[in-house]
């Protein structure tokens, strides 16, 4: 196998993981989460969700792949032999996750085109669903076709051309030199969109009905579950990429440095986004004549409906529109690559592919499943449970399983607090393994049983999707990961592999020996 890939400095990692923390659910999931967790007030439990869960789970996760210097799935085996399976797991998330991931940054530059003309008219609903993606209804619309969609297909395809070539590049060239380029680029533009939105009338409004705070939400539980939640999403914790991206650092790097940053960074975004996207929102409201609750959503709603509505009423609405989708366009892309690398370090490292064959090979079949599943006539209803149950069951369960196998199973808590203390200024201590494990299990655990509960008895969708379509899709998917998982950690590892000598140590403490 190949010399490990590294980041050239602590700058250019810090970027590619801020590059992967700040994606689209910074844009349009943070400010709604505030907005329905009381405001203002909802500032309170996002950061003792920072401090508590977002931040030690950073710590823990760059110290494993930093340690271990390996993949998802090598760093977990190096860690202990039967471990493996979950970071089989995170890999099979993450692949998961990019398939589809794609085709919604795909959207976003068709919508950078259509923002110049305002192609939506009158109906930016109707637009998406029957003009834009034309999706089947009834029940042909829960039914895997092969029914192409070009004006989302095309797009789809250069996407994937260009994260490729992005991850043919390299660790340095490639990932970590675009988000050096796209971050400053993202933050500049959100901070013009931001004064931009604030000349707004109504702007005032938007964020009156953001910040102001609703202090009785404190006492509900589901407004501190929904802020761990937008933690452990947005951070980019639970899917290998830290693990992975921590593997090709320098052997001297400070760890506890770098996590502080990307967290107040992604942090400090997630707040940026919020003001222009409630300031614009405010606007909104004031012209329809509604308050800002019956106008405020979140996800696909907000990004590819409430605003191309607002766009088409706001002074310079197509350049502002041009920006806000070309924001989603660098935001998505960051996250993708970050994605799909963890993906193609754990096929180098499990089967001693070069760089380009893992690229080529393993890359281009997730651009061809991506391709033939989701820019379909009935792509919208896939990617939907898909991204629910990849996230809610996959995610989650991933990082409780984690977790639980680091504090209680494994007990290496105190080795990777010593690793961490060993290179980085930011020492941790009783606190941090008080914090990663207990408080987080604790979390994570009632998120997991408590999204599984409401799953059986609700279905899933709004109006409930089809119960066998759900059972395919969701369960089956979130299922599959597993027993995949599993399947690959019983194949053998190539010798010398596991127990290879690790790059910064003399002496590693792999299984079965000291260090």
């Known amino acids: 196998m190949s010399e490990r890939q590294q980041f050239k400095g602590r700058r250019a990692f810090i970027f590619a993981a801020i590059g992967s923390a700040v994606g689209l659910g910074n844009i349009w999931r943070f400010p709604y989460v505030a907005y329905d967790g009381g405001g203002g007030a909802f500032i309170l439990p996002y950061l003792v969700a920072l401090l508590t869960a977002g931040v030690p789970l950073l710590f823990m996760y760059y110290a494993i792949g930093h340690k271990y210097r390996g993949s998802a799935p090598l760093s977990w085996r190096r860690l202990g032999g039967g471990a493996e399976a979950i970071g089989w797991w995170q890999v099979g998330i993450s692949f998961v996750i990019a398939v589809y991931y794609a085709v919604i940054i795909a959207w976003a530059v068709r919508y950078v085109g259509f923002s110049a003309t305002q192609a939506w008219g009158d109906d930016a609903a109707g637009f998406l669903v029957g003009d834009f993606l034309q999706q089947a209804e009834g029940d042909a619309a829960f039914e895997v076709g092969v029914n192409m969609v070009p004006g989302v297909a095309i797009p789809l395809v250069l996407v994937w051309v260009f994260a490729l070539l992005v991850h043919w590049r390299g660790i340095q060239g490639g990932i970590a030199r675009i988000s050096m380029i796209f971050i400053p680029v993202l933050v500049g533009i959100f901070l013009l969109l931001m004064i931009w939105s604030l000349t707004l009338p109504g702007a005032f409004d938007g964020l009156n009905a953001l910040f102001t705070p609703d202090w009785s939400a404190l006492t509900d539980s589901n407004v501190w579950v929904a802020a761990y939640g937008q933690i452990f999403f947005s951070l980019s914790i639970g899917f290998g990429i830290m693990i992975t991206?921590?593997?090709?650092?320098?052997?001297?790097?400070?760890?506890?440095?770098s996590g502080l940053t990307v967290a107040f960074s992604n942090s400090g975004f997630e707040l940026l986004a919020g003001v222009a996207v409630f300031a614009t929102l405010g606007f909104m409201a004031q012209a329809a004549g509604v308050g800002v609750s019956e106008v405020a959503g979140a996800g696909i709603g907000l990004a590819f409906i409430a605003f191309p509505t607002m766009l088409s009423t706001m002074p310079g609405g197509a350049i502002f529109g041009m920006l806000f989708f070309l924001a989603l366009v660098l935001a998505g892309i960051t996250s993708l690559v970050s994605i799909v690398e963890v993906v193609l370090t754990a096929v180098e490292d499990k089967f001693g592919v070069s760089r380009n064959a893992a690229v080529f090979g393993f890359g281009g079949l997730m651009a061809i499943i991506s391709i033939v599943l989701f820019p379909t006539t009935t792509g919208l209803n896939l990617l939907d449970v898909v991204d629910a149950f990849a996230n809610n069951f996959g995610i989650v369960g991933a990082g409780l399983v984690s977790v639980l196998t680091l504090a209680w199973g494994l007990r290496k808590l105190r080795t990777l607090g010593d690793h961490l203390n060993e290179v980085s200024s930011f020492k941790v201590g009783m606190i941090w393994k008080v914090m990663v494990g207990l408080v987080t299990p604790i979390i994570l655990g009632f998120m997991f049983v408590s999204e599984i509960v409401s799953r059986i008895q609700d279905g899933y969708g709004d109006p409930p999707m089809p119960s066998g379509y759900v059972a395919i899709f969701g369960w089956g998917s979130a299922i599959a990961l597993i027993v995949i998982a599993v399947?690959?950690?019983?194949?053998?590892?190539?010798?010398?592999?596991?127990?290879?000598?690790?790059?910064?140590?003399?002496?590693?403490?792999?299984?079965?020996?000291?260090?």
Do not use: F, Q
Not at 487 to 515: C, F, N, Y
């Open 245 to 257: 991206y921590a593997a090709h650092l320098k052997r001297k790097t400070n760890l506890t440095g």
């Open 487 to 515: 399947i690959l950690t019983l194949i053998p590892w190539r010798p010398g592999v596991v127990d290879a000598p690790l790059d910064h140590e003399e002496s590693a403490e792999l299984p079965g020996k000291e260090a």
